[in-house]
């Protein structure tokens, strides 16, 4: 099992940035595809963006595509999630987590199913 912590949430006026990181210990890194994932207060918990284990892939939600960058050292442990331009709409607990799925090297996952490891989640806000 992966433990994975986030950090890098709290308040941001929109126009800014921010930057969110997950760690990892336990097994591995580079095992594993990761994700982050969204939830608002009444919403479904969304998809947010996703990592190739080698990092060479990634695939956003359409509404943070263009303005987000997600990235990943296997040798540390880290995932980070840089989100420029913020919205109001990107106010949301964020989460990471991670896929042991025998995928390819190459696979990014969208699918909040397949993901086996969740963080315990962390706020970011975003004025208007």
């Known amino acids: 099992q992966l433990q994975l912590v986030e950090s890098g949430g709290g308040s941001v006026q929109a126009g800014g940035s921010l930057r969110l990181s997950c760690a990892a210990s336990g097994r591995s890194y580079s095992n594993y595809v990761i994700g982050w994932f969204r939830q608002s207060p009444g919403k479904e918990r969304e998809f947010v963006a996703s990592i190739s284990r080698n990092g060479d892939y990634t695939d956003y939600v359409d509404s943070v595509k263009g303005r987000s960058t997600m990235s990943r050292d296997n040798a540390v442990n880290k995932v980070d999630l840089q989100m420029n331009n913020a919205e109001p709409e990107d106010t949301a607990v964020y989460y990471c987590?991670?896929?042991?799925?025998?995928?390819?090297?190459?696979?990014?996952?969208?699918?909040?199913?397949?993901?086996?490891?969740w963080g315990r989640g962390i706020q970011v806000t975003v004025s208007s």
């Open positions: 987590a991670a896929s042991y799925q025998p995928f390819s090297d190459r696979t990014t996952v969208k699918s909040s199913e397949w993901y086996e490891d």
